[in-house]
């Protein structure tokens, strides 16, 4: 099924714009939350799956890779404090 573009408002207030296949993120999107951070990337049944970044409301960021809404794959996290790990993440976890 080809996804459509469109634009939608979770149950949680967080805005979605970008491709939907029956209403659901699927394809590449932008995700908007209440708190202000902004993922941009690729979607699979509404969750953070390819590849995209994730700015965080206080300033930190990743950019990578992500699977089933996790950062999992090659990736960079910056903290506000500037400390960067840079490299392969599991679960969301950076693996050294």
Known sequence: MNPIKGNI???DGAAYE???INGIPNGK???T???GSVYIGDFVNGK???K???TYYYGGEYDGEWANGEQNGLGRMVYTDGTIED???VNSMFAK
Do not use: P
């Open 18 to 20: 970008g491709d939907l």
């Open 33 to 35: 939350y209440v708190d």
């Open 29 to 31: 999107g932008k995700l």
């Open 52 to 54: 995209g970044k994730l």
């Open 87 to 89: 490299g392969n993440f």
């Open 9 to 11: 408002t979770l149950e």
């Open 48 to 50: 953070f799956h390819g």
